[in-house]
Nanobody, 120 residues
Framework: QVQLVESGGGLVQPGGSLRLSCAASGFTFSSYVMSWYRQAPGKERELVAVITSAGGSTNYADSVKGRFTIARDNAKNTVYLQGNSLKPDDTAVYYC?????????????WGQGTQVTVSS
């Protein structure tokens, strides 16, 4: 059974930091590209950061570049998102996603999300 379980969300003050984790099980984690998305109330879900299967390449949305860092530990089947200098606009539900193309078929899995609220 495929599972992606996010954790680490909560309430943080503006300028603070937060580290999200996403623990994966039920599939070959090291073969999947991993991403973090977020969705704020009344807005569409947006891509925040992505990391390749071996962790050799990352990419970020302009809105978080220089403040967020995505990383993965394939030995622990876990992907992380470190957020620094958080702003109220970072308030959203954060989701992790796993993607892999295999034999012409896209395999994609989502976690259930974790709430991050940036407020004083």
């Amino acid at each position: 059974q495929v599972q992606l379980v996010e954790s680490g969300g909560g309430l943080v003050q503006p300028g603070g930091s937060l580290r999200l984790s996403c623990a994966a099980s039920g599939f070959t984690f090291s073969s999947y590209v991993m991403s973090w998305y977020r969705q704020a109330p009344g807005k569409e879900r947006e891509l925040v950061a992505v990391i390749t299967s071996a962790g050799g390449s990352t990419n970020y949305a302009d809105s978080v570049k220089g403040r967020f860092t995505i990383a993965r530990d394939n030995a622990k089947n876990t992907v992380y998102l470190q957020g620094n200098s958080l702003k109220p606009d970072d308030t959203a539900v954060y989701y992790c996603k796993a993607d892999r193309w295999l034999g012409g078929i896209l395999y994609a899995y989502w976690g259930q999300g974790t709430q991050v609220t940036v407020s004083s």
